[in-house]
């Protein structure tokens, strides 16, 4: 296993542990795995903030976009609502850590896909109001 991959799935597996060890080594946290995701796409769609706050720590870059443009404000908005509906929930069981953590961190709510696509575009796509009004602002 790549390092790369090695840190994602401690990511993926919640070993916060292995994920500090991976980056001391000095694996990129930057980097992009062959499905053209970052680690801070990773542990913004486990909702995962101390992987989240050592992935900043180690240079992880917030704005950055990886493949088809998506940033991990796009993925967080994606995962968090999907996921909702997929367990069943309903509007405004949407998990909103990652995506309150990622704005606070300098995220661009602005930023498109190659498709055009914004995290905005993307709530209203899946008609989820309560993520839409914390993308602009508008919910604490």
């Not at 995701?37 to 909702?47: R, Y």
């Not at 609502?81 to 709510?109: F, K, M, N, Y």
Request: charged share 25%.
């Amino acid at each position: 296993m790549d390092d790369i991959s090695a840190l994602m799935k401690a990511i993926d597996d919640g070993q916060i542990t292995e994920v500090r060890r991976l980056l001391e080594a000095g694996v990129d946290a930057n980097a992009m795995d062959e499905e053209g995701q970052s680690p801070l796409m990773a542990a913004a769609c486990a909702n995962d903030l101390k992987a989240l706050d050592l992935l900043l720590q180690y240079g992880a870059d917030v704005r950055r976009a990886y493949a088809d443009g998506w940033t991990a404000l796009h993925m967080a908005v994606d995962f968090s609502i999907d996921s909702t509906i997929q367990r069943g929930g309903a509007p405004g069981d949407e998990p909103l850590d990652a995506i309150r953590w990622l704005l606070a961190h300098g995220a661009d709510v602005s930023a498109k896909t190659d498709r055009g696509e914004t995290a905005v575009d993307f709530a209203r796509a899946y008609r989820s109001g309560w993520v839409e009004r914390v993308l602009l602002g508008k919910q604490p």
